[in-house]
């Protein structure tokens, strides 16, 4: 492969396209806007391609300061592989064990952000959970936090506009195989307790502190639940999930009948 395309190349050219993609030919759905609006995209560009293994067959084509600049353990993968090798070839055959996340992460790394579709995808709240477990295991704080303010989105706007009964039944239907993901994959020390915060001043300015912690992910699968408790129940993989994670089944207890309703801060993150 001849070395990844002209330094401070200014346009997402055909030679950046067949480095940055995989071999299924994924093409970030963000396109032009999000190559023209981008500052790291231009940065990244100029820096040695390395190619990425996942599994058995899948290859991906990444410069290497995407991964550096984005992920902490991508960066000391990088390092090693600098130091023992000159191949410019990283293999995860376990540690990554969904390509659909990785090609949503390596969006980010390039433009910041990730498409997915949430209005014509029907496993959105699935593919968000595996991007926020992906980040968490990746060390990518700003990738997990997009991943819960996407998902928080997707099932604000499926309980607060009452014309969306497509999307709940939708969202109802992937949340069984969306559940385990979380659950088995996160660490939460607080299960069953409510997340709180308190209040303190300092001279004129107030400080939230949180003084029980909880995975955002979980409290926000808990309460969708909760919220949709009634036809949920009737749902004989839901009423399985229930049984093979006591985790979730004590964090829906937390909200099952509580009068909070779903609400969303300014931020996009869900309000306890």
Known sequence: MTKRGTPGCPRYCNNCKLDSKAKTDHVPSVGKFLRETSDRFAQYCVSEVYTI?????????????????????????????????????????????????????????????????DSEKEDALHVHALVYVFAEKFEVLELKSLALKKATSLCSKAITNTSATSLIKVLQFILPETIPIIYDSTYDPNTGKYPSTITESADKDAISISTTSRDGFRMLLAKFAAHNIDSLRRNESFMSVLQDQPAFSADVLLFTGASTGFKTDGKGCLEF
């Open 53 to 117: 293994k996942i599994g058995e067959d899948k290859k991906y084509f990444i410069h290497s300061e995407a991964l550096r600049q984005t992920s902490p353990v991508m960066k000391k993968h990088i390092e090693l592989e600098m130091k023992e090798k000159t191949s410019k070839t990283i293999e995860f055959k376990d540690i990554v064990d969904n390509d659909v996340a990785f090609t949503l992460f390596i969006q980010f790394s390039y433009f910041g952000t990730y498409g997915y579709d």
